[in-house]
């Protein structure tokens, strides 16, 4: 039984790209050649080393350039991919200077930009290493029955999990765990400690949950599944930003993102960026929260994930609402709303209506907003949501709009 991520909203951002003196230098030095992503790679590390930022700017940039070289290591890497992941950090490490000197700074931007004007070599070079002739190893028959023994136990635990019964389906893995420990089976001890973790989850035992999926974090550091590597740290970040530990939570989101996209899970991406984004709204540092947003924008294009795209949209405009824009809040909003509409998310459609009509209400348009109010209501009472019915009423009745 392999647990699946929890869901989350999702939104983005858009930037706005100045020119500088400094391009166009740029521009004349590498206009003579081919330049290599490794060696792009290489100064911007010396960049983020000179530049001194601290070490959560650091990380997220980090990040970024992981996913560069991850990509850039791929048979047939994406251009697309490679520029977004690069703008994207480059945009941290203006805003950082930006924050530093007082001073709007677009320098890396332009730099990275400047780069990506000359003909750019995206395919890495891999280092080859010698192959090792391995001997064949046999396994006696009677530890290939322990084996099979042991996957048949696990599949039974997994059934009483997935059943409900996870009390007893703790007690089986539990048992289980020294028996696959002593048969050297790491594949399946990863897969058992992150059970266990999910059943702890599932449970509200947090402690117990991030010691079981760092267990599994490691093991599978171990065996090289990226997969579970990525689901652990993205379910730990997830507990540690439910309880407000938000420099824990974006360590584990961007180590969430590096592994996910080493196996190109797009969707999985998308969902961390997002919530990354919202850590940063929530903290009102809206700039580095519409960054986040915007790349996990880019990415549903990728994956037409629709859905993704419509809680992505919706968060942008809800940004836009809190910082007083409300014309490009409302346009958001309005882009949001023709997703729900394209996949019949009553609940999305419901609330966007909901806080469309909260901005023509603070705006003096009544008659709008109460016809907006109507559209959220009859979305939510079709959907049988009494929480967000009750909150519509409340506002009709406050404002002194008919219902």
């Given at each position: 039984m392999?647990?699946?991520?929890k ?7 858009e930037?706005k ?5 400094k ?9 003579q050649?081919t330049?290599?992503i490794?060696?792009?790679i290489q100064d911007f590390n010396k960049?983020?080393a000179?530049i001194?930022a601290?070490q959560?700017?650091n990380?997220?940039?980090q ?6 070289d991850t990509?850039?290591?791929k048979?047939?890497?994406s251009?697309?991919?490679?520029k ?8 941290i490490?203006d805003?950082?200077i930006?924050e530093t000197?007082?001073?709007s ?8 930009e400047?780069?990506?004007l000359q003909?750019?070599?995206y395919k890495?070079e891999?280092?080859?290493?010698p192959e090792?002739?391995?001997q064949q190893?046999?396994q006696?028959e009677p ?5 099979s023994?042991?996957n048949s ?9 997935d ?6 389906a ?5 048992k289980?765990l ?8 790491k594949s399946?001890e990863t897969?058992i400690y992150?059970d266990?973790?999910?059943i ?5 035992d947090?402690p117990?949950?991030l010691?079981?999926?760092n ?5 599978a550091?171990?065996?090289?599944n ?6 652990s740290h993205y379910?730990m970040?997830?507990?540690?930003d439910?309880?407000?530990k938000?420099n824990?939570?974006l ?11 080493q196996i ?8 961390a960026?997002?919530?990354v984004?919202n ?6 540092q809206y ?10 924008l880019s990415?549903t294009?990728?994956t037409?994930?629709t859905?993704g795209?419509?809680?992505l949209?919706?968060n942008?405009a809800?940004?836009?609402k809190?910082?007083g824009e409300d014309?490009k809040?409302?346009?958001y909003y309005?882009k949001?709303i023709?997703?729900?509409m ?6 999305g ?8 009509a ?10 709008k907003?109460?016809n907006l109010?109507k559209k959220?209501?009859?979305a939510a009472?079709k959907?049988?949501?009494k929480?967000i019915?009750t909150?519509?009423?409340e506002?009709?009745?406050r404002?002194?709009?008919s219902?």
């Amino acid at each position: 039984m392999l647990p699946q991520p929890k869901e989350t909203p999702i939104d983005n951002g858009e930037f706005k790209e100045q020119s500088s003196s400094k391009k166009q230098e740029k521009v004349e030095y590498y206009s003579q050649k081919t330049i290599s992503i490794e060696t792009i790679i290489q100064d911007f590390n010396k960049t983020l080393a000179a530049i001194g930022a601290p070490q959560d700017i650091n990380e997220e940039v980090q990040a970024y350039l992981k996913l560069v070289d991850t990509q850039s290591l791929k048979e047939k890497p994406s251009p697309k991919l490679i520029k977004s992941n690069l703008k994207n950090a480059a945009n941290i490490l203006d805003e950082y200077i930006t924050e530093t000197l007082q001073k709007s700074s677009k320098v890396v931007t332009d730099w990275v930009e400047a780069l990506l004007l000359q003909n750019v070599n995206y395919k890495a070079e891999k280092i080859e290493t010698p192959e090792v002739e391995e001997q064949q190893v046999t396994q006696p028959e009677p530890v290939k029955e322990e084996i099979s023994e042991l996957n048949s136990l696990y599949q039974e635990a997994g059934k009483l999990a997935d059943t409900g019964k996870l009390r007893k389906a703790l007690i089986t893995y539990d048992k289980l765990l020294p028996e696959v420990k002593s048969s050297g089976d790491k594949s399946l001890e990863t897969k058992i400690y992150l059970d266990k973790a999910y059943i702890y989850d599932v449970n509200k035992d947090f402690p117990s949950a991030l010691e079981n999926y760092n267990n599994a974090a490691n093991l599978a550091k171990e065996t090289g599944n990226d997969k579970i590597r990525a689901l652990s740290h993205y379910n730990m970040a997830s507990i540690y930003d439910e309880f407000g530990k938000t420099n824990l939570a974006l360590s584990h989101y961007y180590e969430a993102l590096s592994y996910d996209g080493q196996i190109e899970n797009l969707r999985a991406q998308t969902q961390a960026l997002n919530d990354v984004g919202n850590i940063f709204s929530t903290g009102k540092q809206y700039r580095q929260a519409i960054d986040h947003y915007h790349a996990g924008l880019s990415l549903t294009k990728e994956t037409e994930d629709t859905k993704g795209k419509a809680f992505l949209l919706s968060n942008i405009a809800t940004v836009f609402k809190d910082v007083g824009e409300d014309q490009k809040a409302l346009k958001y909003y309005k882009k949001s709303i023709e997703c729900d509409m394209k996949i019949g998310n009553l609940e999305g459609y419901s609330i966007n209506y909901e806080y469309s009509a909260d901005i023509m209400q603070r705006n003096n348009y009544p008659q709008k907003a109460e016809n907006l109010y109507k559209k959220s209501l009859d979305a939510a009472q079709k959907l049988g949501d009494k929480g967000i019915s009750t909150r519509i009423l409340e506002k009709l009745e406050r404002n002194n709009l008919s219902y």
